[in-house]
Structure formats: structure tokens, C-alpha cells
């Protein structure tokens, strides 16, 4: 019974607040009259809501009286719809998750796996044919490792082609365009061709998705790169030259009838984390931090960066000299440790592959050179030193790109997730 008056009375006293609310709201379209009438409104209806013995008859017989003049005079704010009820709470929201995002956490994919195995970006997982998941399968692997499975059919008889850009190192050929992500958000994505005889099929793929590594794995297994495809394939009559520009392979026993299944694949969510922006606002990185950094600032001719964030390891900081005797990092001329990418890189254990430093368009910790970093500068290098374009390339860059640390995987649910190594 005592929850019962209270709600009663409760309900006079939201009379009395949208009465206030009105006046707070439209006082500069509202006239004195009207205003009077609302302040008697608010009166009335604040004084019935400390009555003890409200009962629901009287307050139904007051509240007519008090709709008519909220209607009255309400414009827009009064009678309450959804929007005008939730736009405070949605403005609050927003302006929360705003400034969480801005000061302590921000959400970043990983894109690529140059931090493998630390990390990992977007990479795909192959099916023979008919043995890609079913239906029902999908969307529980969309949910679980935001796994999105692609099946390319022929559409003719004849032998596989795959076409390839060989002027700045051979790598499968594919054209930027239009797509959607997440159903309606507008993007790139990349399209590459297949040829089965003479007609092409297509897939679509993320724009940073590393489909040359995929089509290696699934066609040409017993090679590493596309040049020593290349290489083989010159050698047995598998290679062909259209121009300067383009080239295509043949797969040995790659012939496909029309309806066969060329290519089976998901391609799996790289890993999403958050990032801590607040704590550097107190404590400086440390030598092997998992650091996020804009890289407007760097200057890299060869390949401007551009507005883009990036994720790294910290390798060492102002005064610090850097070396690379592969596999390991050298820093002030002692083996780098305290971090599991180094010594696990210096190693060659666990799937780190160790830091190399002969890489085409490298210019930094080359063979037999050091590298001090400058005053407020950081170096930064991926775990993945083979697939990983970082400081080697580009040197040093101000500490001020920064934003935070990267703290903890929320997604996909592999045995990565948890906290950030």
C-alpha cells in the first residue's frame, strides 16, 4: 500500500517538473500570462505530490486540469514523444562515449599481421571444395572470429590463370573499387581476377587484406613469394609476359569445368583492441610498449603514410642505439629483452620469425650500421620484422604521434583475447 501512494504521488510530481521544464524551455516564446498559468500548474501540483493520503481518483480529476495547460503552452516539449523524451539521454551518450573514446579508451583493428604472432591483422583460412562451412556454420563464425566466407565458381572449362603485376615485384593483379562494409558503411575493397580458359571469375576482399599470400598457400603451396613462383614457372613454361607491366601463371593441374569451385575462403576480422590513451599522459612509454601512433608526421617519400594510425613496438627511445645482427635487436649493443616479441624474435621460437635488415628500400639498421635515436624521437618496429613497414624504412618520428598503449583484445574470441602483450 505504501508503494502504491508513493507512486501516486510521484506522478503529480513529474506534473510539477514538466511545468518547470516547459517554462525553462520556451520562456522566450512564452508570454506572462501563459507563464503564470504554468507556475500555478507547477504549484499545485508540487504541493498535491507531498500529500501523504493522495489517492489515485483525486490526482486523475487534477491531472486534466494540468494536461490541458502543458498542452496548452508545451509546444514541442510537451506531450513527451520518443525523440524530444531520449534526446538528453542520447546527447549524454554520445557525449560519453566521445570523450572515453578521446581520453581513455579507443577501439583500433589491426589491418595487417606485421605484429604477428603478437597480433594478428586479417588473414584467411582455406577450404577444399565442398568442405566450406555450411549455413548454418557462417554466422556463428561471423560472430565468434568475424569470419566471412567467399566461394568463387567457374563459369567456363579450361586451365587456371592468375594474373600478376610483375613491374615492381611480382604480386597477384586486382583494381580498387566501391564497396560496403558492415552493410551500409561506404568503402574500398580490392577485386582480383581468375581465369578459368578465357572467362574471368572475381572475389572481393578488404582493401589491407593480403589475398597474394592466400592465393600462394591454396595454388602454389611449396613457395614463399611470388617471385620464386615466378621463378618456377619460367623455368617449366608456366609464366607468360603480356608487357612490361603484366605477366600471368598457370597452375600445373589447375583445369576447372564450369560450376567447379576455383577458390573457397573466409577471410578472418584481424584482432580489435582497445587502446589506452590516458596513462601516457602520466607516464612516458617504455622500450617494448605495443604503441598507436599517427603517422601524418612521418616523412616517407617512397610511400607517403598519410593520416593513418599505426601499431608498432617501441624500440627504443631518445639516446637509445639501435642495431639488427639478425635475428635479434640490439640496443646500446646488448640483445633487446623484457619484452616477449624480443626475445622470442632474437630466438625464433613460438612463430616469430627474428628481426631482419635487408630489405628492399631499407634505410635504417642495414647491415653493419647503427642508428642513434634524436632528441624527443621514437623508433618503432613490427614483431613481424619480414612483413612490416616501420622505422627501418622511415627512421625516427616525434614522440608527440603517440596516442596510447595498447591495452586489451575484446575480439575475435581466438587465444589472443584478453590483455595486450
Request: net charge negative; no cysteine; glycine share 8%.
Amino acid at each position: 500500500m505504501f508503494s502504491k501512494k508513493k507512486k501516486i504521488r510521484k506522478r503529480a510530481g513529474e506534473f510539477a517538473e514538466m511545468a518547470r521544464k516547459i517554462i525553462n524551455y520556451r520562456k522566450d516564446q512564452l508570454g506572462s500570462s501563459a507563464i503564470a498559468q504554468l507556475k500555478e500548474v507547477g504549484e499545485s501540483a508540487s504541493a498535491v505530490s507531498a500529500e501523504k493520503d493522495l489517492t489515485n481518483e483525486r490526482l486523475t480529476s487534477l491531472a486534466g486540469e494540468w494536461d490541458s495547460v502543458l498542452r496548452q503552452h508545451g509546444g514541442k516539449v510537451y506531450p513527451k514523444t520518443f525523440i524530444s523524451d531520449n534526446v538528453e539521454t542520447f546527447l549524454v551518450a554520445a557525449i560519453i562515449v566521445l570523450g572515453i573514446r578521446a581520453f581513455f579508451l579507443q577501439p583500433f583493428i589491426i589491418p595487417t599481421n606485421s605484429m604477428y604472432p603478437t597480433y594478428s591483422g586479417m588473414y584467411h583460412q582455406l577450404y577444399e571444395a565442398g568442405e566450406g562451412p555450411s549455413l548454418l556454420e557462417k554466422p556463428f563464425r561471423f560472430v565468434l572470429f568475424g569470419a566471412r566466407n567467399q566461394e568463387v565458381v567457374a563459369d567456363s572449362n579450361g586451365a587456371l590463370r592468375i594474373p600478376l603485376f610483375i613491374n615492381q615485384g611480382p604480386r597477384a593483379a586486382f583494381e580498387v573499387v566501391d564497396g560496403k562494409k558492415w552493410i551500409f558503411v561506404p568503402t574500398k575493397l580490392k577485386r582480383y581476377f581468375l581465369y578459368v580458359g578465357n572467362q574471368p571469375v572475381s572475389f572481393d576482399v578488404p582493401i589491407d587484406f593480403d589475398a597474394d599470400s592466400m592465393l600462394i598457400d591454396r595454388y602454389f603451396p611449396d613457395y614463399n613469394s611470388w617471385s620464386e613462383v615466378v621463378e618456377a614457372q619460367q623455368a617449366n613454361g608456366g609464366f607468360s609476359r603480356q608487357n612490361a607491366r603484366m605477366g600471368s601463371v598457370t597452375v600445373a593441374g589447375g583445369t576447372f569445368q564450369s560450376g567447379d569451385t576455383v577458390l573457397d575462403f573466409d577471410v578472418l576480422s584481424g584482432d580489435a583492441l582497445f587502446v589506452d590513451r590516458f596513462s601516457y599522459h602520466f607516464f612516458a612509454p617504455k622500450v617494448g610498449d605495443p604503441i598507436v601512433f599517427r603517422t601524418n608526421s612521418i616523412d616517407y617519400p617512397r610511400s607517403p603514410l598519410g593520416e593513418k594510425y599505426y601499431i608498432k613496438r617501441l624500440a627504443g627511445t631518445e639516446g637509445d642505439v639501435l642495431a639488427i645482427e639478425p635475428p635479434a635487436l640490439l640496443i646500446d649493443g646488448e640483445v633487446a629483452r623484457g619484452n616477449v616479441a624480443f626475445e622470442k624474435n632474437a630466438e625464433q621460437i613460438d612463430g616469430y620469425r627474428g628481426y631482419v635488415n635487408d630489405g628492399p628500400n631499407m634505410d635504417y639498421l642495414t647491415p653493419g650500421t647503427t642508428y642513434e635515436i634524436p632528441e624527443d624521437q621514437f623508433f618503432a618496429l613490427g614483431d613481424n620484422s619480414n612483413n612490416s613497414l616501420d622505422s627501418r624504412y622511415w627512421g625516427s618520428f616525434d614522440e608527440d604521434a603517440v596516442i596510447g598503449k595498447a591495452l586489451f583484445i575484446y575480439f575475435p574470441f581466438t587465444k589472443r583475447w584478453g590483455p595486450a602483450e
